[in-house]
């Protein structure tokens, strides 16, 4: 599951609602959902109508 999903579904929101709070469309938060990760404006977007800092979205791999 990815992050974005994790989150808005913690917040109980559909992504129809995100779409409509973000100002993003809900093609774009899918595609997010899927793998996609947001970058610039919708990242910082999606951050700030979910109340969450912006690195909370990125996927961190550790360097082994």
């Given at each position: 599951?990815?992050k974005l999903k994790k989150i808005r579904e913690?917040?109980?929101?559909?992504?129809?609602?995100?779409?409509?709070?973000?100002?993003?469309?809900?093609?774009?938060?899918?595609?997010?959902?899927?793998?996609?990760?947001?970058?610039?404006?919708?990242?910082?977007?999606?951050?700030?109508?979910?109340?969450?800092?912006?690195?909370?979205?990125?996927?961190?791999?550790?360097?082994?």
């Amino acid at each position: 599951m990815s992050k974005l999903k994790k989150i808005r579904e913690q917040k109980n929101l559909t992504q129809e609602e995100l779409a409509e709070l973000s100002g993003i469309s809900v093609r774009t938060i899918q595609r997010i959902e899927s793998g996609t990760p947001p970058k610039g404006f919708t990242l910082k977007a999606l951050a700030k109508s979910l109340d969450v800092a912006a690195q909370e979205f990125l996927e961190i791999t550790p360097i082994i």
